[in-house]
Each structure stands twice: as structure tokens, then as C-alpha cells.
């Protein structure tokens, strides 16, 4: 391809991939998610979604099962915004049915607009490996190859470097909380996150979709350490519905709520979204487990510890 492709992603993680493929000027077009870097903030948004981000977690995850069992979307696509952009590749994900627009209704929508020389990348990530080499899907697809092996390589270093510094520390038990009600233990690429952190993971396994387990399994499990990570949650949301927790006596029998030792991080930024800031992500969990040796890898606003009442002490890096 003599020129950059116009590209459109659909996927906060893969317009982070673009962006440090060094294809920034290529994208015309984002999701209403995508919000990294800053400068995509100002791009043409395809979608929106049907349900309000704005609700608790139980209401959004009953709005969200309502909607997949009647066979509805979860996110609207802008086709005349689409037809009007031309892209040569859009870029999405079928690995989780509430995380982006579905390949199915972006090839619906394409063969409407007669884009029949517009290319689809679908991705779909379960384990870490899977995220790198999207990276160098991305930059296959674009004509820049080398610089997406390049790109991968660089995180696969960074995070091996990271798994080295924490091999020789303790690693407590540690509960990665994907979703506060119901309750849902964080799989896919976390665990693999969670060792590289210098933690033993628990209630996931590595690939495996994230699951939805009683609060009994989580209370016979005892983690040491409790990192709450909601799917789409800012800090404020996810502050929002802490109190909840804190007034069950099943969280609070908990050895990570008598320790002072849960932490709450940034979920719509890091850990879910499979991208570049996955390194990132494990850096902020290693700095909250391991704060005298690595407490300085936790940017500032990215996690703050929960105040369950017992805890003591602060943790560098934390707001």
C-alpha cells in the first residue's frame, strides 16, 4: 500500500495499538470509548451505546443480559458518518459481546454502504501473547509490519523485566475483581498480569473468559490481597459502589479487608482493555502488592487503596 490506510478502530485497546504503531494521522474515526492518547478525543465517534455507563453494576449487567437475550445490539453504529469517513480497515473485537460493536453488525453495516473493498480485523484476545500479536495483526494490516514487530517486542521485554524484579518477592494471594455485582473474577490475560506482578492469582485461569462466582468462593479462597478492577469503571464509579462492599461481613472477613490490603484501580483504563497499557497495568499491580520496592511504578489517580477501616500506613503513588 503506496499510502497509510484510513483507519477507523471500534476498540479503546486497539486505537492505543495504532497510536504507538505511530499511526495516529491514519485513524479518521473512534468509539465513544476511546480516550487514549488525549489527541483521539477530537476524532469522529461511530458509536454509542444503548444502555447508560452511568448505572450501578447490577443494573447495568441486568440492562446488558435483557438486551443479548432479545437478540439487540449493544451499540449503535453512525453509518452515515461511517459512509462518509471511507476507511479502508476498521478495526474491532468478537472476544466479548459488550465490549465493542460485533463484527457482524460492522460487515451488516459495510455491505449497506456497498464498502465492499473495506477490511475487517476482528480481534480477539484471551491470553497475553494474543494482545502482542494483534499489535503486529494492526500493523501487517496497515503496511507497517516491521514496526508492529518491533512494538511487540518492546512489551514482551518490559513486562519479562517486570517479572523478573518481582520473582524473588512474596506473592500473596490476590483476587482480581472484574465486576462488583455479581460478583466476577477477572480472567482472559489478568492472571498472567497478576504473576508477572509478583502475586498468585486466584478464582481465574489463564485464557479462560472472566466468571461470575458466589461471594461463599470468594470468602473460602481468603485472598491476601484484593485489587477491584469493574470493566469500564473510572475511579469515581467504582468509589461509588465501594460502600456496599464494606458493609458485608462476608467482604469484611476477608484476610485482604483486615489487612487493609484492597486497592481499587482504574478498570476502565488498565487490566481490561487489551492493549499497550496491559504492561502498564501490571506495573500499578506490582506497586500496590509491593509498595516499598515498587511502590513508584503506581501513577498518580491511577489506583488508591480502600479504606476498610483496619489498614495502616500509605501506599507511595496512591492518591
Known amino acids: 500500500m503506496s499510502r497509510l490506510p484510513r483507519i477507523v478502530s471500534l476498540l479503546p485497546g486497539a486505537t492505543e495499538m495504532v497510536c504507538a504503531l505511530g499511526l495516529r494521522d491514519a485513524l479518521v474515526g473512534v468509539s465513544h470509548e476511546c480516550d487514549f492518547p488525549a489527541d483521539v478525543r477530537g476524532l469522529p465517534v461511530l458509536t454509542a451505546p444503548s444502555i447508560d455507563p452511568s448505572l450501578g453494576s447490577r443494573e447495568i449487567d441486568r440492562d446488558v443480559r435483557e438486551r443479548l437475550a432479545s437478540g439487540l445490539s449493544i451499540y449503535r453504529v453512525d453509518e452515515d458518518l461511517l459512509a462518509e469517513l471511507a476507511p479502508d480497515l476498521v478495526v474491532t473485537q468478537d472476544q466479548c459481546e ?25 480481534l480477539r484476545p484471551s491470553r497475553l501473547e494474543d494482545v502482542w500479536r494483534d499489535v503486529e495483526r494492526i500493523a501487517e ?4 509490519g516491521s514496526r508492529g514487530r518491533e512494538v511487540a517486542a518492546g512489551l514482551r521485554a518490559r513486562l519479562a523485566a517486570l517479572a523478573e524484579r518481582t520473582a524473588a518477592l512474596p506473592h500473596p494471594r490476590t483476587a482480581c475483581i472484574e465486576w ?7 480472567g482472559n490475560w489478568v492472571p498472567e498480569l497478576a504473576r ?3 502475586a498468585e492469582p486466584l478464582l481465574a485461569e489463564d485464557g479462560a473468559h472472566s466468571a461470575a462466582i458466589p461471594v461463599e468462593a470468594l470468602v473460602e479462597a481468603a485472598p491476601e490481597a484484593v485489587c477491584l478492577v469493574p470493566c469500564g469503571f473510572p475511579l469515581a464509579q467504582t468509589r461509588r ?7 458485608d461481613a462476608r467482604w469484611r472477613s476477608l484476610p485482604a479487608f483486615r489487612d487493609g490490603r484492597v486497592f481499587a484501580i482504574d478498570g476502565n483504563a ?9 504492561v502498564e497495568s501490571a506495573e500499578i499491580l506490582a506497586g500496590l502488592l509491593h509498595p516499598r520496592e515498587l511502590g513508584h511504578l503506581v501513577p498518580p489517580g491511577a489506583a488508591e487503596q480502600v479504606p476498610t477501616g483496619d489498614a495502616t500506613g500509605s501506599v507511595a503513588g496512591i492518591s
Request: glycine share 10%; net charge positive; hydrophobic share 45%.
Open 241 to 247: 459502589e465501594i460502600g456496599g462492599l464494606l458493609r
Open 196 to 198: 508477572a506482578a509478583g
Open 180 to 186: 462488583l455485582d455479581p460478583v466476577m473474577t477477572a
Open 141 to 144: 494490516a496497515a503496511g507497517v
Open 270 to 278: 488498565y487490566f481490561n482493555r487489551p492493549g499497550p497499557r496491559l
Open 98 to 122: 459488550v465490549c465493542a460493536v460485533s463484527p457482524r453488525d460492522l460487515e451488516a453495516a459495510i455491505r449497506r454502504l456497498a464498502r465492499g473493498s473495506t477490511e475487517i480485523l476482528s
